[in-house]
């Protein structure tokens, strides 16, 4: 069960996808593209293993950063993100879980506050561990697949080479918008990010 005394400067940055080469560029791994290319622009290798998660510690300003990414496959990836919120102390409000999303356009990044999973498999498998859906989330749009593709089988594809360009700018803006998060809050990430990408 997750604890809640918790270190108010400390966050904890989720990046959702699944292990392995054969999933790397896979629409269903753009939470892990995201946490790396938040990595990258903090100057940090996520390689640390911790709770069946790949960790990195580092800082943004005056602020203290865990970037994770479960290797629990999809389903399973409550697991290790409670064991990782209870060991740094890390309270709800400074989770950011990212995740792929079929509802939304590619090109398109929402965050919230809290919420259902909306069908994303991660995302419920963290409020069921957590036993909560109050905790912060930024969903990045990959659409849904046209004809009568199996939403399984599309998320599973890689990106076509026509999406490249926007996957990137969608994972730029997502570095902007954690930033902005851990540095001015949950309401300014919102407020500035929400929507078609820029």
Do not use: W
């Amino acid at each position: 069960m997750f604890k809640q005394e918790s270190q108010s400067n400390l966050f904890l940055l989720v990046g959702l996808g699944n292990p392995g080469l054969a999933y790397r560029h896979t629409r269903h791994n753009f939470g892990y593209m995201a946490v790396d290319a938040l990595a990258a622009s903090l100057n940090v290798q996520i390689k640390r293993l911790k709770f069946k998660a790949l960790i990195a510690e580092t800082k943004l300003e005056d602020q203290r950063l865990v970037l994770a990414k479960p290797l629990t496959y999809m389903n399973e990836s409550g697991n290790s993100v409670v064991q990782l919120l209870n060991f740094f102390k890390i309270s709800r409000q400074n989770l950011l879980v990212i995740s792929d999303d079929l509802d939304l356009p590619l090109g398109n990044l929402r965050i919230r506050p809290f919420g259902g999973p909306g069908g994303q498999k991660g995302v419920a498998s963290i409020i069921q561990r957590l036993g909560s859906n109050d905790f912060p989330r930024m969903r990045l749009g990959i659409g849904r697949p046209s004809g009568q593709m199996d939403p399984s089988d599309y998320v599973l594809q890689k990106f076509q080479p026509a999406e490249i360009e926007l996957k990137e700018m969608v994972l730029a803006q997502a570095v902007e918008a954690a930033c902005t998060f851990i540095t001015q809050g949950l309401n300014a990430a919102m407020n500035k990010y929400n929507g078609e990408v820029s």
